[in-house]
C-alpha cells in the first residue's frame, strides 16, 4: 500500500451516476440499496450503510462525499478509548471492538461524517475507512468507489500526485476551476481533496464556508470533555428509545390480524444524528 494515499475529487466531471456509492456499498458488504431516506440518513445522504454519498445541489451539479482522512483527525482526537485510529499510512479506520457508543466523534467531526447504527441492537459508528484492509492485504490497488468512476471524477494516488495532478488540471483549464484545492490546508489538511466550479463551503457540517487551516484536534476535545456525562446520558437514552420503538413495531408487524400503526418516521436531526 502506498504511503499518504489519496482521492481527488474532481467535481466538474461527476455525472453524478452513483457508481462509486454502488461500489463501496458492495466492497463493504453493504444493502445494495437503502430505500429513500429515513431514520439513520443525513441530509446529505451518508447514512451508517452509505459511507460515500453524491449530494445533488439545486443548481444540479453532484458532489461526492466522504470520509476526508483529516492528516490531524478530531473523530481520533475525541475518541476517549481509541477506537478510531489515524493509521501510519494515513486513512482513519475505526476498531469497533473498542467503541463504546459515545459518538464523541460524530460531534467533533467538521464534516458531519461518522453515523450512527441507530436501528442494531449492537449498533457501531460507521464510516468510510479508504479501503484501508484491502489496499493493505494487496487485494485492490485503488479503492472500490475510484476503480468504479467511469468518468475519472475520482482518482487515487500519493499526496504528492493528487496535488499534483489537481495543480495541473487548474492550469490547463483556469476558466473551468474555482483556482482553489479544497482539503490541501483545510483543518490541517486532508487525504480526499476537491477541486471544482462551484464553492464547496457547504459541505462542512452546518455549512460553515470556511473552516479554517488549523487541525480541529485541540479545539474540539477542549469542548467536548467539559460534557462527558450529560452527553453520554442522552446518548444512552436516544439508543433505548429506539431500540424500544423499533422493537414495538416489529411486534407490531409481526401480529397475525392486527392493525398495524405505523409510528411516525423518525428523521435524522430528531433522532440526534446528522
Ligand atoms: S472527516 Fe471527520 S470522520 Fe473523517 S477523518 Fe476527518 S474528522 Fe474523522
Ligand atoms: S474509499 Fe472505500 S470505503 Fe471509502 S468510499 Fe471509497 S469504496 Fe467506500
Ligand atoms: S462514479 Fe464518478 S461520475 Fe459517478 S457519481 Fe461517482 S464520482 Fe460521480
Not at 500526485?161 to 495543480?167: D, F, G, I, S, T
Request: glycine letters at 8%; one cysteine or more; hydrophobic letters at 35%.
Amino acid at each position: 500500500m502506498i504511503d499518504n494515499p489519496c482521492i481527488l475529487n474532481d467535481v466538474t466531471r461527476c455525472i453524478g451516476c452513483e457508481e462509486c456509492v454502488a461500489a463501496c456499498k458492495k466492497i463493504n458488504g453493504m444493502p445494495v440499496e437503502d430505500g429513500p431516506p429515513r431514520l439513520g440518513h443525513s441530509k446529505d445522504g451518508l447514512s451508517a450503510t452509505r459511507w460515500t454519498s453524491i449530494f445533488r445541489r439545486p443548481d444540479e451539479v453532484s458532489v461526492r462525499k466522504q470520509c476526508r482522512h483529516c492528516f490531524e483527525p478530531a473523530c481520533v482526537s475525541v475518541c476517549p478509548v481509541g477506537a478510531l485510529i489515524k493509521t501510519p499510512e494515513g486513512p482513519v479506520i475505526y476498531d469497533k471492538a473498542i467503541c463504546m457508543g459515545c459518538r464523541y466523534c460524530m460531534m467533533g467531526c467538521p464534516y458531519g461524517i461518522p453515523h450512527y447504527e441507530w436501528n442494531s441492537i449492537n449498533p457501531s459508528v460507521r464510516k468510510c475507512i479508504l479501503c484501508y484492509d484491502k489496499l493493505k492485504s494487496g487485494e485492490i490497488d485503488k479503492p472500490a468507489c475510484v476503480n468504479a468512476c467511469p468518468k475519472e471524477a475520482t482518482t487515487f494516488g500519493s499526496q504528492e500526485e493528487m496535488l499534483a495532478e489537481a495543480r495541473r488540471r487548474l492550469a490547463a483549464e483556469p476558466e473551468k476551476y474555482i483556482q482553489h484545492i479544497w482539503g490541501e490546508h483545510e483543518v490541517g489538511g486532508t487525504s480526499v481533496i476537491y477541486i471544482s466550479h462551484v464553492d464547496l463551503g457547504f459541505l462542512a457540517w452546518q455549512d460553515k464556508k470556511y473552516l479554517g487551516t488549523e487541525p480541529l484536534p485541540d479545539r474540539t476535545w477542549a469542548a467536548l470533555k467539559k460534557v462527558p456525562l450529560e452527553f453520554l446520558g442522552m446518548a444512552s437514552f436516544m439508543t433505548a428509545t429506539w431500540w424500544v420503538i423499533d422493537r414495538r413495531m416489529r411486534l407490531a408487524a409481526e401480529a397475525p390480524g392486527e392493525k398495524v400503526t405505523e409510528a411516525p418516521e423518525t428523521t435524522e436531526d430528531e433522532g440526534g444524528e446528522r
